[in-house]
Nanobody, 123 residues
Framework: QVQLVESGGGLVQAGGSLRLSCAASGRTFSWYAVGWLRQAPGKERKFVATISRSGSSTYYADSVKGRFTISRDNAKNAVYLQMNSLKPEDTAVYYC????????????????WGQGTQVTVSS
């Protein structure tokens, strides 16, 4: 079992920055690729970014490319999402999810999910 807990969400003005954290406990975290996904009210969940087990490979949705950076620290069992130049359309609940398979841009099929953290960007 892997337990995931997100933190770092909040309210920020457009153009601002936030850093989300995903803390993992349980089995060996380095066995898992980790993705960040988001879901706005009334909309489908969308892929944001993902990182491979070692951290050597990352993938981003076109909508966040150049603004968001995903990273991980396996020694600390944590994955981060640095979000810069935030826009009102980035407002959503952000989830991290762990995948025993290869890192890929997907919205489902993960083995474990966190409970989510709210990010609100005001205009």
């Amino acid at each position: 079992q892997v337990q995931l807990v997100e933190s770092g969400g909040g309210l920020v003005q457009a153009g601002g920055s936030l850093r989300l954290s995903c803390a993992a406990s349980g089995r060996t975290f380095s066995w898992y690729a980790v993705g960040w996904l988001r879901q706005a009210p009334g909309k489908e969940r969308k892929f944001v970014a993902t990182i491979s087990r070692s951290g050597s490979s990352t993938y981003y949705a076109d909508s966040v490319k150049g603004r968001f950076t995903i990273s991980r620290d396996n020694a600390k069992n944590a994955v981060y999402l640095q979000m810069n130049s935030l826009k009102p359309e980035d407002t959503a609940v952000y989830y991290c999810a762990a995948d025993r398979g290869i890192a890929s841009a997907k919205t489902s099929g993960y083995d474990y999910w966190g409970q989510g953290t709210q990010v609100t960007v005001s205009s």
